[in-house]
């Protein structure tokens, strides 16, 4: 099965920005559809972005026009570029390889990485 290792994340002042990583392997990267969802305490794991096998996109519209998600599968890496962060914006960010159903919801991917913190300093 497919492991996702993330990183990239850490604490950055309102109006900075950060580039999130996640690292792919033991699967079919290449034509793997992809999101990037974000939990902050005591919330819902809420959708962020979604990328699919040929780059078409998907943005939670919270973040769109601030986060761009891309991918490079010579890498088997999938990012999420946030600029103009807010504090609102501070959550565990996860990266989640698409199985089916809607790609809006958590339960429609498979696997998952570990998180990794983003903050956002007001």
């Known amino acids: 099965q497919v492991q996702l290792v993330e990183s990239g994340g850490g604490l950055v002042q309102a109006g900075g920005s950060l580039r999130l990583s996640c690292a792919a392997s033991g699967g079919t990267f290449s034509s793997s559809a992809m999101g990037w969802f974000r939990q902050a305490p005591g919330k819902e794991r809420d959708f962020v972005a979604f990328?699919?096998?040929?780059?078409?996109?998907y943005y939670a519209n919270s973040v769109k026009g601030r986060f761009t998600i891309s991918r490079d599968n010579a890498k088997n890496t999938v990012y999420l570029q946030m600029n103009s962060l807010k504090p609102e914006d501070t959550a565990v960010y996860y990266c989640a390889e698409y199985s089916r159903g809607s790609s809006f919801l958590s339960r429609s991917y498979d696997f998952w990485g570990q998180g990794t913190q983003v903050t956002v300093s007001s």
């Open positions: 990328i699919n096998w040929s780059g078409v996109t």
